[in-house]
């Protein structure tokens, strides 16, 4: 049967500073509204980039048209160097991840099963470290403790974990991650911005859809903020995360405080007392 | 990657051994499942108005095909060839073809109540087929009725792909009522059909919609033979590409899955497989929703086990159902659509109950 199919090529290596995800003045227009009207944002390899913003902002839309899932309407994709729908799925499947915003699940498969999944990539190369990219991506999320049981038997925040970590089991070099940590605890969400985070120094590109502005100060190399389809402001966070912007952008009276240990910029709405 | 794997309540990695639980059970299943088709068979062959001992019955085969036994006498000769093994064969390939399209057709909608019977498809084959005899077409000769059906059934299962999906998935209430839909215009056409055909049509047609294999002939079993063994050989190529869709039509695309491809194909598929059931045997209900059910409590939801075995235990199923059909009421014969019926709609029934209880109903 992998005789019949044609083998996918493997990615080439990347190194530190290549841009392995591109939007050239994006546009997207779902339905009769447009919700991206030119966006341009780059991630190079050895990057966690951030992207926030007001609900709608058009984040997840960006994100999905960076993995190849939503065609532009004008303005380009490029993955690895190429338009996006120059890839085939199966070498677009070697090339990046995706993780979903919610995690569903028709049949009742193991947690195991479901993160193995992720290595149904590289079935046709005959890759060796498999067992060993399923029990690093399942030991990094702390989803090895439940690996033989039903993913629909799992919490909300179990279940976010076990597609973190299919998507991590896959071993793309670009990771698209729509706000992974949404329905976790605060030790889970650190650890997954940790993991992001390790995942760019070992030379990925990874980009996060986050809604905690502290997290995306904390971790994030740079932040692009949109607004209503615009890349509003983009750069390293405590260059772009001012009162002002924040305030405008969210609508929303808010304050950025340093850290009074580590100086990392801290956002707060304005709350009256 | 190399974080510090502090787990909290104390649980270490080491604890939780893989699913070892499940690894064996599908060899174990298929081996069991084979060696009851074993036993089976002869035991059908021999069962019936005029018995024919089982050792007969395998020397009887093994002269056939050249391998020693003995030639029995000209009565017991042409029982088994003419009336038991056409009979046989075809409850094996109706079985097969009922199981596997059944559990092709629950991972295709990514829904487990999805059944060629339930939704509609079988009753859109059947008309192609009733068309067919009432309307005395030959022009395929023998393939006409299992053609016509064919096409029917594709048109059904796209109809009904089309109509119950929004969003990349299919809602459980739009599915079952889409299929109540299908279900009742069909009827409407059966009916017309019935309507303007001349009496041997109609009776024809009516005992054929019971649901039944005491027609069987070679020349039948050849005409269904194509459709089966093509959508049985088919089906297991894309197993893993049916557990990827499970995690739904992106992220399956994401994995590398060429979703629209494997869609067109797997409607193909299911097609052929109704039709090659329908055409001969009317409409053989449940036993698409009740196989991949009992297999999936016992082996879990790969479909790499999943697509074979529902096809085993299909074919096991249906031989044993037509074999109480045609014993438990001799010597008349209880209509097989109408016994598998009988016992699958109160499986069913089981199935629905036990997923309310568990999840509060199906969105």
């Not at chain 1, 083998?7 to 227009?29: F, I």
């Not at chain 1, 991840?97 to 590289?122: D, H, I, K, N, Y």
């Not at chain 2, 090659?276 to 009740?290: E, K, N, P, Q, T």
Request: proline letters at 7%; one cysteine or more; charged letters at 15%.
């Amino acid at each position: 049967m992998r005789l019949l199919r044609s083998r996918p090529a493997p990615p080439a290596p990347v190194s530190p500073g290549d841009v392995l995800a591109a939007a050239e003045g994006l546009r997207v227009r779902l339905g009769a509204r447009d919700v991206l009207h030119g966006v341009d944002v780059a991630v190079r390899a050895g990057e966690l980039l951030a992207l926030v913003g007001p609900n709608g902002a058009g984040k997840s839309t960006l994100l999905g048209a960076l993995a190849a899932d939503v065609a532009p309407s004008d303005g380009a994709v490029r993955i690895h160097g190429r338009p996006a729908s120059d890839w085939s799925a199966p070498e677009l499947a070697l090339r990046r991840a995706v993780l979903p915003q919610s995690s569903t699940l028709s049949f009742p498969f193991s947690v195991e099963e479901v993160v193995r999944m992720g290595r149904a990539p590289w079935a046709a190369l005959d890759p060796e470290d498999d067992e060993a990219a399923v029990a690093e991506a399942m030991a990094a999320t702390e989803v090895t403790a439940f690996a033989a049981r039903p993913f629909s038997a799992l919490s909300g925040g179990e279940r976010a974990r076990v597609a973190l970590a299919r998507v991590l089991a896959q071993r793309a070099p670009l990771l698209l991650l729509d706000e992974p940590t949404a329905a976790l605890d605060l030790r889970h969400q650190e650890l997954v911005l940790r993991l992001c985070r390790e995942r760019a120094r070992a030379g990925d590109a990874v980009v996060v859809v986050l809604h905690d502005l502290g997290l995306a100060a904390a971790y994030a190399h740079r932040v692009a903020v949109l607004r209503a389809g615009r890349v509003a402001a983009a750069g390293p966070p405590q260059e772009i995360f001012t009162e002002s912007l924040l305030s405008e952008v969210y609508d929303q009276p808010v304050e950025v405080v340093p850290h009074p240990r580590t100086g990392a910029a801290l956002v707060l709405p304005v709350r009256e007392r | 990657m190399s974080l510090p794997a502090k787990t909290p309540s104390g649980t270490s990695p080491r604890e939780a051994a893989p699913p070892a639980r499940r690894r064996g059970v599908p060899w174990l299943l298929t081996a069991g499942l084979v060696a009851a088709l074993v036993v089976l068979v002869p035991v059908a062959a021999h069962t019936g108005a005029y018995p024919v001992p089982v050792g007969d019955v395998i020397a009887s085969v093994q002269h056939r095909l050249g391998l020693g036994g003995t030639e029995l006498d000209r009565v017991a000769e042409s029982v088994l060839w003419n009336v038991r093994f056409p009979r046989i064969v075809l409850a094996l390939l109706v079985g097969a073809s009922l199981g596997c399209a059944g559990a092709l057709m629950q991972g295709v909608f990514g829904n487990p109540l999805a059944e060629p019977g339930v939704i509609g498809v079988s009753s859109g084959a059947a008309v192609g087929a009733v068309g067919a005899i009432a309307l005395g077409l030959n022009f395929a000769g023998n393939w006409t009725v299992s053609l016509l059906a064919f096409v029917a059934g594709l048109v059904t299962v796209l109809l009904v792909y089309v109509m119950s999906r929004s969003g990349g998935r299919t809602e459980v209430v739009t599915l079952i009522l889409t299929g109540i839909a299908v279900n009742a215009f069909a009827g409407a056409l059966i009916g017309l059909f019935l309507f303007f055909a001349d009496t041997a049509a109609v009776n024809q047609i009516t005992f054929w919609q019971l649901g039944s294999l005491s027609q069987a002939t070679w020349p039948k079993v050849l005409a269904v033979l194509p459709c089966a063994v093509l959508g049985l050989g088919v089906a297991p190529l894309y197993a893993r590409r049916l557990d990827l869709l499970a995690l739904g039509e992106r992220p399956a695309r994401h994995l590398g899955v060429d979703v629209e491809r494997l869609r067109i194909v797997l409607v193909l598929v299911i097609a052929l497989l109704t039709a090659a059931a329908v055409s001969v045997s009317g409409i053989i209900g449940f036993v698409g929703l009740v196989v991949p059910h009992l297999l999936r409590m016992a082996a879990g939801p790969g479909h790499r086990f999943l697509l074979p075995g529902s096809a085993l235990l299909g074919a096991l199923v249906l031989l044993a159902a037509d074999l109480a059909a045609r014993t438990v009421a001799s010597p008349a014969e209880l209509p097989l659509g109408v016994l598998t019926a009988l016992l699958g709609s109160p499986f069913f029934f089981w199935l629905l109950r036990r997923t309310r209880r568990r999840h509060g109903g199906w969105a």
